[in-house]
């Protein structure tokens, strides 16, 4: 499984972009990832669009993932963003095996 989180928009307009890979995680912690994902809704079909920004610091999310042959998108705004999706990201944030990379402003699909 590869979880991958585009974070974009806000008043900088900064791209993040984090993916975490379970091969590259412990066993622990890659089951770890597959039941948060699960319980996120992630790996269920959803066709919710973001709703236009609340305020301008609001941030855009796009979040990935790949898991037995099968790839689903799901975009979010942070204002709106569901309980388990916001922790989701942050343990998924916290772990060291995650690659990380910031983009010029403009860039990436969160921002748009």
Do not use: C
Not at 64 to 81: I, K
Not at 99 to 105: A, G, S
Request: aromatic content about 2%; cysteine-free; proline content about 8%.
């Amino acid at each position: 499984m590869k979880l991958s989180v585009v974070r974009g928009g806000g008043l900088a307009g900064m791209v993040t972009r984090t993916e975490l890979a379970s091969d590259k995680l412990s066993a622990e912690d890659a089951k770890a990832l597959h039941e948060k994902v699960a319980g996120a809704g992630l790996l269920e079909p959803h066709t919710d669009a973001p709703s236009p920004p609340s305020h301008p610091e609001d941030l855009s999310y796009e979040l990935t993932v790949e898991h037995e042959g099968r790839t689903r998108t799901v975009r979010l705004r942070e204002s709106a963003m569901p309980e388990e999706v916001r922790s989701l990201i942050e343990w998924s944030d916290s772990l060291p095996e995650r690659q990380m990379v910031i983009e010029p402003p403009g860039s990436g699909r969160a921002s748009q």
